[in-house]
């Protein structure tokens, strides 16, 4: 009986746990010149800042929730989203309220795949028509 009852319980107690969900965001540079993508916020210790090469790839959010069944990037923690050569020069400068392709939209410009079970991968695309 006393078996039975710590079974019980084990199953229960694993049955009960919260979901949880992962989310990973990508952003890729199909441009023909490496990006600098500074990530600009007030507090200048918060901010960030990718670089990317030509025709690659970079992580920019990964995180795990408990408790939630969806999640997406966090993009509108940061004032303005500044696009660089590697001159330094400014290319682009995508802020929450542009209209057009923007960064901060993402459920326009941001695809999602969703490849197993409350794991969802996010990817934005750079090209050379983002920048004239």
Request: charged residues 25%; aromatic residues 12%.
């Amino acid at each position: 009986m006393k078996k039975t009852f710590l079974t019980l319980t084990a199953i229960t107690v694993l049955c009960s746990c919260d979901p949880g969900a992962d989310m990973e965001a990508n952003i890729e540079n199909t441009t023909n010149q490496d990006l600098t993508i500074e990530f600009v916020r007030f507090e200048q210790d918060l901010s960030k800042t990718l670089v990317i090469p030509t025709n690659e790839t970079r992580l920019f959010e990964a995180f795990s929730e408990t408790g939630s069944t969806f999640l997406e990037p966090s993009i509108i923690q940061y004032d303005s989203v500044v696009v660089k050569n590697n001159a330094e020069q400014i290319l682009k400068v995508y802020k929450p309220t542009d209209t057009g392709k923007n960064i901060y939209n993402i459920d326009e410009y941001w695809l999602l795949r969703e490849p197993s079970k409350r794991f969802f991968e996010y990817e934005y695309e750079i090209n050379n028509e983002d920048l004239e």
